[in-house]
């Protein structure tokens, strides 16, 4: 599985919270290996903002978006985090439209990234470990092997057919 993190990928989830600010960050998908130096990280912190965070452990690139869900937010939410290697950015999506923030992964070796440990879903794999489970509830969790574009992600959301591409197929 790791080889998907080694270049563009992108995570898709349906996200409905108990509540949109809480005290503690709540993990969509994770994973963090201090012995492998591995950090992928989707979640919402306490704030409400969403939280997308790739790279080796020590120095992750970590982009944080300025929307923030309300609080006492409960309503399903389509969330997407794109990793794109050759624009070297993280982005991410909230119900098809891109949030204005994005962070450069220009300082990453991608193929570097490197664990025996899997992530998790609804909490990050820490170690071994459930850490930061995520109060709520997910569905259609997708982990993809390439960057998807902005349309790919709209018709996502929005439910129309999208046509499955594999990196590397013809």
């Avoid at 912190?45 to 020590?58: D, E, K, Q, Y």
């Avoid at 006492?72 to 997407?80: D, F, L, M, R, S």
């Avoid at 070796?109 to 440990?117: G, M």
Wanted: glycine share 10%; proline share 4%.
């Amino acid at each position: 599985f790791q080889s998907t993190f080694r270049s563009s990928f992108s995570i898709s989830a349906m996200v409905k919270l108990r509540d949109g600010q809480v005290a503690d960050l709540q993990t969509i998908f994770g994973l963090y290996d201090n012995t492998g130096d591995a950090w992928i990280q989707l979640g919402i912190l306490t704030n409400g903002t969403i939280r997308f965070c790739f790279g080796p452990s020590a120095s992750p690139v970590s982009l944080d978006t300025t929307f923030a869900f309300d609080n006492g937010e409960t309503t399903w939410q389509h969330i997407v985090a794109v990793a794109d290697e050759v624009a070297d950015t993280l982005s991410v999506y909230l119900n098809g439209v891109l949030l204005p923030t994005t962070a450069s992964t220009s300082g990453l070796t991608w193929t570097d990234f490197a664990t025996a440990r899997y992530p998790y879903i609804g909490a990050r794999n820490t170690n071994g470990s459930a850490a930061e489970e995520i109060g709520g509830s997910i569905q259609q969790l997708g982990v993809h092997n390439l960057a998807l574009s902005a349309p790919e992600v709209k018709e996502l959301y929005s439910g129309a057919s999208v046509p499955f591409k594999y990196k590397g197929a013809s």
